[in-house]
């Protein structure tokens, strides 16, 4: 089906391109101008995919007749979308976990041997672990910051002592009691930030279950979350000297 196309407006002063048109339906912008069809110039191009193309126009144009106002609209993405992002990000990934518990731990088949034994499980050859490792054997850097009751819930310890695995693959695993991660003016949510340019926050349901996966890239919405990971690393500890405060003669 035909897209419903308005035309916004050209800077051309003979009816050709450049010029911009704006999907009364999905919001999208359309730009035409000039292709851009050098191999030396698409080489640059960040994120080019094999079907895109490109064009080149004057900064006027957009200016001019591009949206001034924005129109945030939820983004949502598969878990698969999200599973991918882990293997294609460029130089870091970082985690906030603020919840009491999540549903899928106790799905783990390590979890009851926590119950159990108190100690989690390492895996290191799952496709998590082994991924991972890959990333941050390559340079990337990948760290989380734990939020953590006082006292702790028995999801948070299992957590606590799976860190061995999360630090035993490079991972910067750090936590925090959630007084302090409070007094730091944390907020309540769970997120990923891949390369401090897209935020992917992870939606749950009142029982603890994984829900779906909300992507930002607007960049002062980026940047504010960029800012709670500082200040989450600034006030937290390692996730070892963190668990010597739970058992000090441990």
């Known amino acids: 089906m035909a897209r419903r196309l308005r035309f916004n407006g050209t800077d051309s002063k003979n ?3 450049p010029a911009v048109h704006q999907d009364l339906d999905s919001g999208e912008i359309i730009v035409q101008g000039t292709p851009v069809t050098d191999p030396n110039d698409l080489r640059q191009l960040q ?3 094999p079907g895109d193309a490109a064009v080149a126009v004057p900064r006027e144009l957009l200016v001019n007749h591009g949206p001034k106002e924005m129109e945030r609209v939820t983004k949502l993405i598969s878990l698969e979308e999200f599973g991918r992002l882990f293997h294609n990000f460029e130089h870091s990934a970082w985690h906030l976990e603020t919840r009491r518990g999540y549903a899928s731990d106790k799905e783990d088949l390590g979890y009851e041997e926590f119950v159990q034994t108190g100690q989690a499980p390492m895996d290191l050859d799952s496709e998590w672990c082994t991924n991972i490792r890959r990333q941050t054997s390559a340079g990337k850097y990948v760290g989380r910051v734990r939020v953590v009751d006082n006292p702790p819930t028995e999801g948070q310890l299992f957590l ?3 860190a061995r695995c999360n630090a035993a693959t490079g991972e910067d695993a750090r936590n925090l009691w959630r007084q302090d991660a409070e007094q730091a003016h944390l907020p309540a949510e769970d997120f990923w930030i891949f390369d401090s340019r897209l935020v992917a926050v992870l939606r749950f ?3 603890d279950v994984f829900h779906d996966v909300q992507v930002i890239t ?6 504010r979350y960029c800012q709670v990971r500082d200040a989450a690393v600034h006030a937290s500890i390692p996730y070892d000297q963190f668990a010597a405060q739970l058992n ?3």
């Open 15 to 17: 009816g050709a391109c």
């Open 218 to 223: 607007e960049p002062a919405e980026v940047l």
């Open 160 to 162: 606590l002592s799976y």
């Open 47 to 49: 994120h080019f995919g």
């Open 248 to 250: 000090p003669k441990g």
């Open 205 to 207: 349901d009142d029982q």
